[in-house]
C-alpha cells in the first residue's frame, strides 16, 4: 500500500455526498433541453417551435429567432463580423457542425423539457460539408503561433546513413468523464448571477461568463466544489453554459440544463483527429541528425485550435537538427479542445513510435538510443532544465518491467498462445506554475482553515493542500479544512496544464509558511517549531489569526527550461489468430520532482497510463463522413477500457526535488501520466508480432489484417 | 418521450390477451426497449410487465433441460444444472454485456433484443428496420460490426445476442405461446434473415409470446467453449463469436456443432462445417478445413471484410479450445 494520505473527500464520493453540479436544487428550478442540428452544414430555413411550446409544463422555448442579444457577442457597430472567434449560440441562423444546438426548451421538469425537445421541428437549407481531414489535408494552413519552426537544417535526417520517414495517424478522442457536464444558474438580480457549474476552473469560467453577458465579475459566483472528471472539457464556458444562462434570464427561474451522454460528443470539445509524418535520422552509431516533424490536426470553420503536437520533437532529444510544419484543416465540426496530455500526447504517439521504428533500423536497445541522444540542457532554448532525472526512470521502469527479459528480434515469443512484446515510450510536459493566491486561517479551537478558488477534477488537489498544510503547520490533516471550488476564495488559475500542485500549492505552502511566522513573533523567541496554536490566540486573546498571500514564479523561469519527464513500459500479449491485444503489465515512471501527495500521485499516475491504454487500443470517434455525423456517441459504441482491460499498473517516482520551482520542488505529473502511452503500446506490439501500427487503435481488425506469425 | 400506459399481467393468459392489442409491448428485464424507446425508435403505447409470470424455472426433463422465457442473464449461467449439462450456454451468457444488464436481462428479452447497428438507433438516419424504404444507412456507411453472411439488399445487421449462438448450436427449442395454445420452432429457426423485410426479427408472430426455451440432452459440455472477439476485454458486442461443442472419443469428433455471432442477421448455425469435423481426428488442421468450409458464401463490405480473416480464424481458435488444445 502506497504511504500517505487518503483523499480528504474520498468518503464523500463513494457515499454520495459529495455533490456535483446538477445535483442543486435552488427554489423554483426548471429544466433546459437543447435540439442539436440534424445536419452539419448550411442554415436553417424554417423552425417550427409551436408543438414544443404547447406541450404540457413549457415555459419557453429559445431559438435563433427570438434569443435575447448576448451582450457580448454584438460587434461594434461599422465593424465586419470577425471572421474566427468562438461560437456563437443562437447568434443567427447557419449551422456550422452536427449537433450545434438550434434550440432551448425550458421546462418544470427534465421529462417534459426532453420530450419538448422532441417537437421542435427545423427544415434547413444544406450546404456541402468537409468533415474528412484526409480528403481536406491539402487545403490546411499554418495556424498563427507555435507550428512551423527550423533548427539547424532543415530535413536534414535525409542526408543521415539510417533513416526513416512514416506517417501516424491518431483519431479525435472524447474526454469521456464519468459525470456528464451540468450548469444551474440562478439570477439574483437583473445583473447578479449564480451559477453551479462543471467547470475546471471557477474564476476562470466567472470571467468568460462575465465577458459573454458583459457583466461585472464581481456579479457573478461560480460554484464548483466537486467534479466527477474532466480532462480538458471544462475549461472554457461551453454554448450549454450560456443557453442556461439566457434561459433562467428569460424565464425568470433558476434553470438546470444537464448534457446527455451523446452532447458530450459534440458540446463540450474532444482530442482533433491528426495526421503526422516523422522522418528521422541519425549516425550507424545512434546520434540523431535530423528530425522533420510534420503534422495537421482538425480545427472548425469558426476556431483555430492549436495545440502544438509538433512541440515534442524539438525538446525532447539533443538533435541539432529539428524542423517541424504544423497545419490545421478546418472541417464542419464543433472546436476541439485541450484533452488529457494535448498536442504532447499527439506528437509523443508520432515521435516514440519513430525512436522505436529507429531503434530496430540501428539494432540498438530503444532505451539506449534514448540514453544516446538524451538532452543534458534544453535543445530548443539552450537552458539547463531545471531539473531532469529521466535516465534514473529509464533505470527505474526497466528494472521494473524486466527489460531484459526483452528479445530485441520481433515476433520471436510466444506464451501459451499468445505473442509476448514489450515495449517503451516516453512523455514530456512543460512544468508549469502561474500565480495564485491562498488564505489561512487559524481558528480558536486549533482548526486551520485553507481557501482558495482552486478546482480539483479528481487528482486529490485538496489531498495535496492539505498534506502540504500539515506539513508546514505540524497540525494533522483532520484538523485541516479546505475549501475550494468557489470563484469569491482568494486567485486561482484554472486546473490544466499539470500546474495545480505547483501554482496552488506554493500558495498554501507561502501562507501557511507566513501564518507560522505570524504565530512564532506572538511568542517570540522562545518560539518552537511545534508551536501550540489554540493555546497562543486564547494567551493573547485572539479569535483567529489568519494570512492571505500570493504567490508566483519569478525570474528563475527565464534562467531554467522546466519540464516533467515520464516513461512507460508495457508488455503485451497478442493473440496471433484474432488480433487481441491484451495489456499484460505496465510500469509508469515520472520525473516530476518531489512527490507531496504519495496516494493520490499514483492514481493519477494510473489514470493516465489507462487513458493512454484507451487510446492506444480502442478510442476513437467515429463520424459517417456522408453526413458529418458520430455514429458512436455512446459508451456501448465508443470504447474506454474496463476492468478488464487494465493489468496491475506500477506506478514508480524518481521523487527528487526540483530545487528551482518552487518551495515543494513538486512539478506537474497529470499530462505525463498520458503522454508516451500510446507508442510504448504500440511498440510493444511491434516486439510481439513485427507488425506496426501507425494509426490508432490498435484493434484485432487491423491486426487480423496483417496476417501476424511468428518470425 | 410519447406518453405510455403501463399495466402488469399476472398470468400468462392476460399477457397474451393484452398483446394481442397493437401497439402493445411486453416488458421483461427493459434493458432494450427502455433504450429504444428513449431513442425514439419504438413508441408502444402499452407495455406489459410480464416480470411476474412464473416463467423463472431452469429444470431438468427427462431429455434435457428447461429454461423459462424469464429467468434471468445472470442466473442461467450460474445455474448448476446449466454448468453441468450445458456450460457452452453459460460461456456464451457470461460473454455478453455487463454483470448489471445480465442481473436484469432475461432470456426471452435477450433472443428478442434488436440490432445495434447504429442507424437504426438513430432516427435521422436512413433504416430498413426502423423504417421500411427509407434505405440501408449502414450498406455503404460505417459497417464495420456489420453481417458478412446472408445479407440481403435491403439489411445487413446482426443480431447481437451472445446467449442465442449458444442456444443455436445447443439444437434448443424455442417455446412460445399465442392465443391458439404453444408451439414449438427449433432455434435455428426462430430468427429470420433480413430479405425483403427487414424489419422483422424473427418468426413470433404478433400476439405470441415466449415462455421458454429447451435444450435437448447432449454430450458436449467436457468439449465445448464459447470465444467472443472484441474491442475490449469485456462489456462490448462481438466482432465475432464462436460457439463450439465437439463430442471426441479416442480423439476423434463423433458430432461436432458449431455456430457464430456477429457474422449475419441471425446467430449463424455451421451445419456444413458441422458435417465435415465428424469422423475427422481432433486436430487443428481438422478445424481449419472446417473453419474453411464455414466461410463458404462469406462477402465482406467496406469496413468489415477483416471479419473474412477473423471468422475462420476464431472457429479454429473455439475449436482448439474446445478440444482442450489451447
Ligand atoms: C450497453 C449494453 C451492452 C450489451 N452487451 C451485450 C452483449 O455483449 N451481448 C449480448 O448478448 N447482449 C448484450 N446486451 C443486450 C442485453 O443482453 C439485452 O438488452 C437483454 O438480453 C434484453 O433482455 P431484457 O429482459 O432486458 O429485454 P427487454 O428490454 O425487456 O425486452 C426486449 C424486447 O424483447 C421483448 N420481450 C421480452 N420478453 C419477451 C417474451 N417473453 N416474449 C416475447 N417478447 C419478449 C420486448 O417486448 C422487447 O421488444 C447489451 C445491452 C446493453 C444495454
Ligand atoms: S443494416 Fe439494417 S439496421 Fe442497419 S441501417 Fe441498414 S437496414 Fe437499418
Redesign the pocket.
Given at each position: 500500500m502506497t504511504k500517505g494520505m487518503s483523499r480528504i473527500d474520498g468518503r464523500l464520493k463513494v457515499t454520495g455526498a459529495a455533490r456535483y453540479s446538477a445535483e442543486f436544487t435552488p427554489a423554483g428550478m426548471v429544466y433546459g433541453v437543447l435540439v442539436g442540428s440534424t445536419i452539419t452544414k448550411g442554415s436553417i430555413r424554417l423552425i417550427d417551435t409551436k408543438a414544443a411550446e404547447r406541450a404540457p409544463g413549457v415555459l419557453k422555448v429559445i431559438t435563433w429567432l427570438n434569443s435575447p442579444k448576448i451582450a457580448g457577442y454584438q460587434v461594434e457597430h461599422g465593424k465586419p463580423e470577425p471572421a474566427k472567434g468562438t461560437y456563437k449560440l443562437f447568434y443567427n441562423n447557419k449551422i456550422l457542425f452536427n449537433g450545434q444546438p438550434i434550440a432551448v426548451v425550458v421546462a418544470d421538469s427534465f421529462e417534459r423539457a426532453l420530450f419538448a425537445a422532441s417537437l421542435v421541428k427545423a427544415q434547413y437549407n444544406a450546404d456541402p460539408h468537409h468533415t474528412n481531414l484526409r480528403d481536406n489535408a491539402a487545403k490546411a494552413f499554418a495556424p498563427e503561433g507555435d507550428g512551423t519552426t527550423k533548427r539547424g537544417t532543415e530535413d536534414a535526417w535525409k542526408t543521415a546513413p539510417v533513416k526513416l520517414e512514416q506517417e501516424y495517424i491518431i483519431p479525435s478522442e472524447v474526454h469521456s468523464p464519468m459525470e456528464l457536464h451540468a450548469i444551474i444558474a440562478k439570477w439574483d438580480a437583473e445583473d447578479k448571477l449564480t451559477v453551479w457549474t462543471k467547470t475546471q476552473g471557477v474564476q476562470d469560467t466567472r470571467d468568460g461568463i462575465a465577458g459573454i453577458f458583459k457583466l461585472p465579475k464581481e456579479n457573478i459566483q461560480v460554484n464548483s466544489k466537486f467534479v466527477g472528471g474532466a480532462f480538458g472539457s471544462a475549461l472554457q464556458v461551453w454554448p450549454h453554459e450560456v443557453a442556461a444562462i439566457l434561459a433562467a434570464k428569460a424565464v425568470k427561474r433558476p434553470v438546470k440544463l444537464l448534457l446527455g451522454r451523446a452532447d458530450m460528443f459534440t458540446s463540450v470539445g474532444y482530442r482533433p483527429y491528426t495526421w503526422q509524418k516523422i522522418g528521422i535520422g541519425a549516425t550507424a552509431d545512434g546520434k540523431l541528425v535530423g528530425i522533420t516533424h510534420e503534422a495537421i490536426g482538425q480545427t472548425s470553420t469558426y476556431e483555430d485550435f492549436n495545440e502544438g503536437p509538433i512541440g515534442v520533437s524539438r525538446s525532447t532529444y539533443a538533435c541539432p537538427n529539428v524542423n517541424t510544419i504544423y497545419k490545421l484543416a478546418a472541417l464542419d465540426i464543433g472546436s476541439p479542445t485541450w484533452m488529457r496530455g494535448p498536442g504532447e500526447a499527439t506528437g509523443a504517439f508520432a515521435l516514440e513510435s519513430a525512436l522505436d521504428e529507429l531503434s530496430y533500423e540501428l539494432k540498438i536497445d530503444p532505451i539506449e538510443l534514448r540514453m544516446k541522444n538524451y538532452a543534458s540542457t534544453d535543445p530548443e532554448s539552450g537552458k539547463p532544465f531545471s531539473s531532469k532525472f529521466l535516465d534514473e526512470a529509464y533505470k527505474l521502469g526497466a528494472e521494473g518491467i524486466n527489460w531484459k527479459d526483452r528479445n530485441a528480434k520481433p515476433a520471436s515469443v510466444t506464451k501459451d498462445g499468445w505473442m509476448v512484446g514489450y515495449g517503451m515510450g516516453g512523455g514530456m510536459f512543460g512544468a508549469y506554475r502561474d500565480k495564485a493566491a491562498a488564505k489561512a486561517i487559524l481558528m480558536a479551537d486549533g482548526t486551520l482553515i485553507i481557501q482558495t478558488a482552486v478546482s480539483d477534477i479528481g487528482p486529490g488537489t485538496g489531498t495535496a493542500m492539505v498534506t502540504i498544510a500539515a506539513g508546514v503547520m505540524g497540525i494533522p490533516a483532520d484538523k485541516i479544512r479546505f475549501d475550494m471550488g468557489d470563484s469569491s476564495l482568494p486567485l486561482a488559475p484554472s486546473q490544466g496544464g499539470s500546474a495545480t500542485t505547483a501554482t496552488v500549492g506554493s500558495a498554501v505552502y507561502q501562507a501557511c509558511t507566513d501564518l507560522k511566522e505570524k504565530f512564532q513573533k506572538l511568542i517570540g523567541n522562545g518560539g518552537t517549531d511545534h508551536p501550540d496554536y489554540a493555546a497562543i490566540l486564547k494567551q493573547h486573546s485572539l479569535p483567529k489569526l489568519e494570512v492571505t498571500v500570493e504567490s508566483s514564479g519569478g525570474t528563475e523561469r527565464d534562467k531554467y527550461a522546466f519540464y516533467s519527464w515520464s516513461v512507460h513500459f508495457i508488455k503485451v500479449l497478442v493473440h496471433p489468430a484474432t488480433g487481441v491485444v491484451k495489456v499484460d503489465r505496465a510500469v509508469c515512471v515520472a520525473d516530476s520532482g518531489s512527490i507531496v501527495s504519495p496516494k493520490t500521485a499514483r492514481s493519477q499516475i494510473v489514470g493516465g497510463a489507462i487513458g493512454g491504454i484507451g487510446m492506444a487500443l480502442m478510442e476513437e470517434t467515429v463520424i459517417d463522413h456522408r453526413y458529418g455525423n458520430i455514429v458512436n456517441n455512446?459508451?456501448?459504441d465508443y470504447h474506454v477500457p474496463v476492468n478488464a482491460d487494465i493489468p496491475q499498473i506500477e506506478a514508480l517516482f524518481v521523487n527528487k526535488p526540483d530545487p528551482h520551482i518552487n518551495p515543494m520542488g513538486a512539478k506537474g505529473m497529470g499530462e505525463i501520466a498520458l503522454i508516451g502511452m500510446a507508442a510504448a503500446v504500440a511498440n510493444a506490439v511491434y516486439n510481439a508480432t513485427g507488425k506496426r501500427v501507425r494509426e490508432l487503435p490498435i484493434t484485432p481488425d487491423k491486426l487480423v489484417g496483417m496476417d501476424l506469425e511468428l518470425s | 418521450m410519447k406518453q405510455f400506459q403501463y399495466t402488469r399481467a399476472l398470468t400468462q393468459q392476460s399477457a397474451i390477451e393484452a398483446?394481442a392489442k397493437p401497439g402493445t409491448?411486453?416488458?421483461?428485464?427493459?434493458?432494450?426497449?427502455?433504450?429504444?424507446m428513449k431513442r425514439g425508435v419504438?413508441a408502444?403505447d402499452k407495455?406489459v410487465d410480464?416480470n411476474h409470470l412464473p416463467?423463472k424455472n431452469i429444470t431438468a426433463t427427462k431429455t434435457g433441460l428447461h429454461i423459462g422465457?424469464?429467468a434471468?442473464?445472470s442466473v442461467v449461467s450460474e445455474n448448476s444444472l446449466v454448468l453441468q449439462k450445458q456450460p457452452l450456454l453459460s460461456m456464451?451468457?457470461k460473454?455478453?454485456?455487463?454483470p448489471q444488464?445480465?442481473n436484469?436481462?432475461?432470456?426471452?428479452?435477450?433472443?428478442?433484443?434488436?440490432t445495434?447497428c447504429s442507424y437504426f438507433y438513430d432516427t435521422t438516419m436512413p433504416c430498413n428496420k426502423r423504417a421500411p424504404g427509407t434505405g440501408c444507412g449502414a450498406m455503404e456507411g460505417i459497417n464495420r460490426m456489420h453481417a458478412i453472411f446472408g445479407t440481403s439488399d435491403q439489411c445487413i445487421a446482426v443480431n447481437?445476442?451472445?446467449?442465442?449462438?449458444g442456444l443455436a448450436a445447443l439444437d434448443a427449442v424455442a417455446i412460445?405461446a399465442g392465443k391458439k395454445g404453444e408451439r414449438r420452432i427449433p432455434f435455428t429457426e426462430f430468427h429470420r434473415l433480413p430479405g425483403d423485410h427487414p424489419e422483422l426479427d424473427n418468426h413470433?408472430a404478433a400476439g405470441?409470446?415466449?415462455?421458454g426455451v429447451e435444450i435437448p440432452d447432449n454430450n458436449f459440455a467436457k468439449n465445448s467453449y464459447y470465444l467472443?472477439v472484441?474491442d475490449r476485454q469485456s462489456?462490448?458486442?462481438?466482432l465475432v463469436s464462436v460457439a463450439a461443442a465437439l463430442e471426441i472419443s479416442n480423439g476423434t469428433i463423433k458430432n461436432a456443432r458449431l455456430a457464430m455471432?456477429g457474422v449475419a442477421h441471425k446467430p449463424w448455425r455451421l451445419f456444413d462445417a458441422e458435417k465435415a469435423l465428424i469422423g475427422k481426428p481432433a486436430t487443428e488442421d481438422s478445424f481449419k478445413q472446417a473453419a474453411q468450409i464455414a466461410m463458404q458464401g462469406a462477402k465482406g463490405y467496406q469496413y468489415n471484410s477483416f471479419k473474412l480473416k477473423l471468422a475462420p480464424a476464431t472457429i479454429t481458435e473455439a475449436l482448439k479450445h474446445a478440444a482442450g488444445l489451447a
Amino acid at each position: 500500500m502506497t504511504k500517505g494520505m487518503s483523499r480528504i473527500d474520498g468518503r464523500l464520493k463513494v457515499t454520495g455526498a459529495a455533490r456535483y453540479s446538477a445535483e442543486f436544487t435552488p427554489a423554483g428550478m426548471v429544466y433546459g433541453v437543447l435540439v442539436g442540428s440534424t445536419i452539419t452544414k448550411g442554415s436553417i430555413r424554417l423552425i417550427d417551435t409551436k408543438a414544443a411550446e404547447r406541450a404540457p409544463g413549457v415555459l419557453k422555448v429559445i431559438t435563433w429567432l427570438n434569443s435575447p442579444k448576448i451582450a457580448g457577442y454584438q460587434v461594434e457597430h461599422g465593424k465586419p463580423e470577425p471572421a474566427k472567434g468562438t461560437y456563437k449560440l443562437f447568434y443567427n441562423n447557419k449551422i456550422l457542425f452536427n449537433g450545434q444546438p438550434i434550440a432551448v426548451v425550458v421546462a418544470d421538469s427534465f421529462e417534459r423539457a426532453l420530450f419538448a425537445a422532441s417537437l421542435v421541428k427545423a427544415q434547413y437549407n444544406a450546404d456541402p460539408h468537409h468533415t474528412n481531414l484526409r480528403d481536406n489535408a491539402a487545403k490546411a494552413f499554418a495556424p498563427e503561433g507555435d507550428g512551423t519552426t527550423k533548427r539547424g537544417t532543415e530535413d536534414a535526417w535525409k542526408t543521415a546513413p539510417v533513416k526513416l520517414e512514416q506517417e501516424y495517424i491518431i483519431p479525435s478522442e472524447v474526454h469521456s468523464p464519468m459525470e456528464l457536464h451540468a450548469i444551474i444558474a440562478k439570477w439574483d438580480a437583473e445583473d447578479k448571477l449564480t451559477v453551479w457549474t462543471k467547470t475546471q476552473g471557477v474564476q476562470d469560467t466567472r470571467d468568460g461568463i462575465a465577458g459573454i453577458f458583459k457583466l461585472p465579475k464581481e456579479n457573478i459566483q461560480v460554484n464548483s466544489k466537486f467534479v466527477g472528471g474532466a480532462f480538458g472539457s471544462a475549461l472554457q464556458v461551453w454554448p450549454h453554459e450560456v443557453a442556461a444562462i439566457l434561459a433562467a434570464k428569460a424565464v425568470k427561474r433558476p434553470v438546470k440544463l444537464l448534457l446527455g451522454r451523446a452532447d458530450m460528443f459534440t458540446s463540450v470539445g474532444y482530442r482533433p483527429y491528426t495526421w503526422q509524418k516523422i522522418g528521422i535520422g541519425a549516425t550507424a552509431d545512434g546520434k540523431l541528425v535530423g528530425i522533420t516533424h510534420e503534422a495537421i490536426g482538425q480545427t472548425s470553420t469558426y476556431e483555430d485550435f492549436n495545440e502544438g503536437p509538433i512541440g515534442v520533437s524539438r525538446s525532447t532529444y539533443a538533435c541539432p537538427n529539428v524542423n517541424t510544419i504544423y497545419k490545421l484543416a478546418a472541417l464542419d465540426i464543433g472546436s476541439p479542445t485541450w484533452m488529457r496530455g494535448p498536442g504532447e500526447a499527439t506528437g509523443a504517439f508520432a515521435l516514440e513510435s519513430a525512436l522505436d521504428e529507429l531503434s530496430y533500423e540501428l539494432k540498438i536497445d530503444p532505451i539506449e538510443l534514448r540514453m544516446k541522444n538524451y538532452a543534458s540542457t534544453d535543445p530548443e532554448s539552450g537552458k539547463p532544465f531545471s531539473s531532469k532525472f529521466l535516465d534514473e526512470a529509464y533505470k527505474l521502469g526497466a528494472e521494473g518491467i524486466n527489460w531484459k527479459d526483452r528479445n530485441a528480434k520481433p515476433a520471436s515469443v510466444t506464451k501459451d498462445g499468445w505473442m509476448v512484446g514489450y515495449g517503451m515510450g516516453g512523455g514530456m510536459f512543460g512544468a508549469y506554475r502561474d500565480k495564485a493566491a491562498a488564505k489561512a486561517i487559524l481558528m480558536a479551537d486549533g482548526t486551520l482553515i485553507i481557501q482558495t478558488a482552486v478546482s480539483d477534477i479528481g487528482p486529490g488537489t485538496g489531498t495535496a493542500m492539505v498534506t502540504i498544510a500539515a506539513g508546514v503547520m505540524g497540525i494533522p490533516a483532520d484538523k485541516i479544512r479546505f475549501d475550494m471550488g468557489d470563484s469569491s476564495l482568494p486567485l486561482a488559475p484554472s486546473q490544466g496544464g499539470s500546474a495545480t500542485t505547483a501554482t496552488v500549492g506554493s500558495a498554501v505552502y507561502q501562507a501557511c509558511t507566513d501564518l507560522k511566522e505570524k504565530f512564532q513573533k506572538l511568542i517570540g523567541n522562545g518560539g518552537t517549531d511545534h508551536p501550540d496554536y489554540a493555546a497562543i490566540l486564547k494567551q493573547h486573546s485572539l479569535p483567529k489569526l489568519e494570512v492571505t498571500v500570493e504567490s508566483s514564479g519569478g525570474t528563475e523561469r527565464d534562467k531554467y527550461a522546466f519540464y516533467s519527464w515520464s516513461v512507460h513500459f508495457i508488455k503485451v500479449l497478442v493473440h496471433p489468430a484474432t488480433g487481441v491485444v491484451k495489456v499484460d503489465r505496465a510500469v509508469c515512471v515520472a520525473d516530476s520532482g518531489s512527490i507531496v501527495s504519495p496516494k493520490t500521485a499514483r492514481s493519477q499516475i494510473v489514470g493516465g497510463a489507462i487513458g493512454g491504454i484507451g487510446m492506444a487500443l480502442m478510442e476513437e470517434t467515429v463520424i459517417d463522413h456522408r453526413y458529418g455525423n458520430i455514429v458512436n456517441n455512446n459508451f456501448a459504441d465508443y470504447h474506454v477500457p474496463v476492468n478488464a482491460d487494465i493489468p496491475q499498473i506500477e506506478a514508480l517516482f524518481v521523487n527528487k526535488p526540483d530545487p528551482h520551482i518552487n518551495p515543494m520542488g513538486a512539478k506537474g505529473m497529470g499530462e505525463i501520466a498520458l503522454i508516451g502511452m500510446a507508442a510504448a503500446v504500440a511498440n510493444a506490439v511491434y516486439n510481439a508480432t513485427g507488425k506496426r501500427v501507425r494509426e490508432l487503435p490498435i484493434t484485432p481488425d487491423k491486426l487480423v489484417g496483417m496476417d501476424l506469425e511468428l518470425s | 418521450m410519447k406518453q405510455f400506459q403501463y399495466t402488469r399481467a399476472l398470468t400468462q393468459q392476460s399477457a397474451i390477451e393484452a398483446i394481442a392489442k397493437p401497439g402493445t409491448k411486453i416488458i421483461a428485464g427493459g434493458t432494450n426497449l427502455i433504450d429504444l424507446m428513449k431513442r425514439g425508435v419504438t413508441a408502444p403505447d402499452k407495455l406489459v410487465d410480464i416480470n411476474h409470470l412464473p416463467l423463472k424455472n431452469i429444470t431438468a426433463t427427462k431429455t434435457g433441460l428447461h429454461i423459462g422465457a424469464l429467468a434471468l442473464n445472470s442466473v442461467v449461467s450460474e445455474n448448476s444444472l446449466v454448468l453441468q449439462k450445458q456450460p457452452l450456454l453459460s460461456m456464451a451468457l457470461k460473454a455478453g454485456a455487463s454483470p448489471q444488464l445480465r442481473n436484469m436481462a432475461t432470456v426471452g428479452g435477450n433472443m428478442m433484443q434488436r440490432t445495434r447497428c447504429s442507424y437504426f438507433y438513430d432516427t435521422t438516419m436512413p433504416c430498413n428496420k426502423r423504417a421500411p424504404g427509407t434505405g440501408c444507412g449502414a450498406m455503404e456507411g460505417i459497417n464495420r460490426m456489420h453481417a458478412i453472411f446472408g445479407t440481403s439488399d435491403q439489411c445487413i445487421a446482426v443480431n447481437p445476442s451472445d446467449m442465442s449462438v449458444g442456444l443455436a448450436a445447443l439444437d434448443a427449442v424455442a417455446i412460445i405461446a399465442g392465443k391458439k395454445g404453444e408451439r414449438r420452432i427449433p432455434f435455428t429457426e426462430f430468427h429470420r434473415l433480413p430479405g425483403d423485410h427487414p424489419e422483422l426479427d424473427n418468426h413470433l408472430a404478433a400476439g405470441e409470446m415466449i415462455v421458454g426455451v429447451e435444450i435437448p440432452d447432449n454430450n458436449f459440455a467436457k468439449n465445448s467453449y464459447y470465444l467472443k472477439v472484441r474491442d475490449r476485454q469485456s462489456y462490448a458486442f462481438a466482432l465475432v463469436s464462436v460457439a463450439a461443442a465437439l463430442e471426441i472419443s479416442n480423439g476423434t469428433i463423433k458430432n461436432a456443432r458449431l455456430a457464430m455471432g456477429g457474422v449475419a442477421h441471425k446467430p449463424w448455425r455451421l451445419f456444413d462445417a458441422e458435417k465435415a469435423l465428424i469422423g475427422k481426428p481432433a486436430t487443428e488442421d481438422s478445424f481449419k478445413q472446417a473453419a474453411q468450409i464455414a466461410m463458404q458464401g462469406a462477402k465482406g463490405y467496406q469496413y468489415n471484410s477483416f471479419k473474412l480473416k477473423l471468422a475462420p480464424a476464431t472457429i479454429t481458435e473455439a475449436l482448439k479450445h474446445a478440444a482442450g488444445l489451447a
